[in-house]
C-alpha cells in the first residue's frame, strides 16, 4: 500500500518570503499522480497543485510551485511571497493508476506572519 | 452543480443514533469518494463508487457503516448505533477518471 509522509506538522513564514512543505512517499508503482491540497479552517480542500509522474518538468501554478524528485520519492511544494490568505493546512496526497482512491499524508500546518 | 455540496453540514447525535450523511456530486463526474478525518489528521479512506457500483469499501471501520448510491449521482453515508470515536468531519469527493478530486465542504459529526 502506499504512504505518504509530510515530516513537518507545522511550518511558520514571513508574509512575502518563501517557505517549502516536505513531502516523501512510498510505492512500487511507476505511474501515479501527486497532488497538493490546501484545507483553510472553513475545511473546505481545494486543490494547489499536481503533478502527473511522467513528467519531468515539475509543475507550477502562479506563487506555487513543485520538486518532484521521483527517485527519492519526493515531492515538495514551494509557496512564493507569502500571502496571509496562504495560512492553512496543507496536505500531500497520493493517486496511482489503478487505484481509485486518493492516499493523503498527514498535513502541515502554515502560519503566515503579517 | 459548480461544486460538491454535502448536507447537514454539522451533525450532532447521541450515542446509539444512527446518522445519514448527503453527498451531492459534480453533474457528470462519476467517480464518488468518501473520506473520514479526524481533528488533526490527514483524510482517511472509506469508500468509492464509480457510477452506482460500490467499487471498493474496504475503508468503512466497522458494519455500522453503510455507503449507498443508487441512481449513480447523490449518495448517502449511513452509520448506525453511532459510538463517540465516529465523530469526525466526512468528506465526500467526485472526479471525472483519473482527474483530481473536488471536495465538498464536509460534514462535522459530533457523538456524545
Known amino acids: 500500500a502506499q504512504t505518504v509522509t509530510q515530516s513537518q506538522p507545522e511550518m511558520s513564514v514571513q508574509e512575502a518570503e518563501t517557505v517549502t512543505l516536505s513531502c516523501t512517499y512510498d510505492?512500487?508503482?511507476?505511474?501515479?499522480?501527486l497532488f497538493w491540497y490546501k484545507q483553510p479552517p472553513s475545511r473546505q480542500m481545494i486543490l494547489v497543485i499536481r503533478?502527473?509522474?511522467?513528467?519531468?518538468q515539475n509543475a507550477t501554478e502562479n506563487r506555487f510551485s513543485v520538486n518532484f524528485q521521483k527517485a527519492a520519492k519526493s515531492f515538495s511544494l514551494k509557496i512564493s511571497d507569502s500571502q496571509l490568505g496562504d495560512a492553512a493546512m496543507y496536505f500531500c496526497?497520493?493517486?496511482?493508476?489503478?487505484?481509485?482512491?486518493?492516499?493523503f499524508g498527514a498535513g502541515t500546518r502554515l502560519t503566515v506572519k503579517p | 452543480g459548480a461544486g460538491v455540496s454535502q448536507s447537514p453540514r454539522y451533525k450532532v447525535a447521541k450515542r446509539g443514533q444512527d446518522v445519514a450523511l448527503r453527498c451531492d456530486p459534480i453533474?457528470?463526474?462519476?467517480?464518488l469518494f468518501w473520506y473520514q478525518q479526524a481533528l488533526g489528521q490527514g483524510p482517511e479512506f472509506l469508500t468509492y463508487?464509480?457510477?452506482?457500483?460500490?467499487?471498493?469499501k474496504s475503508g468503512l471501520p466497522s458494519d455500522r457503516f453503510f455507503a449507498e448510491r443508487p441512481e449513480g449521482s447523490v449518495s448517502t453515508l449511513k452509520i448506525q448505533r453511532t459510538q463517540q470515536e465516529d465523530s469526525a468531519v466526512y468528506l465526500c469527493?467526485?472526479?471525472?477518471?483519473?482527474?483530481?478530486?473536488?471536495f465538498g465542504p464536509g460534514t462535522r459529526l459530533t457523538v456524545l
Open positions: 469527493a467526485s472526479s471525472n477518471q483519473l482527474a483530481a478530486f473536488v
Open positions: 510505492t512500487s508503482e511507476s505511474d501515479y499522480y
Open positions: 503533478q502527473e509522474a511522467y513528467k519531468q
Open positions: 496526497a497520493y493517486r496511482s493508476y489503478n487505484n481509485n482512491d486518493m492516499r
Open positions: 453533474s457528470g463526474h462519476v467517480s
Open positions: 463508487f464509480q457510477n452506482e457500483a460500490q467499487l471498493d
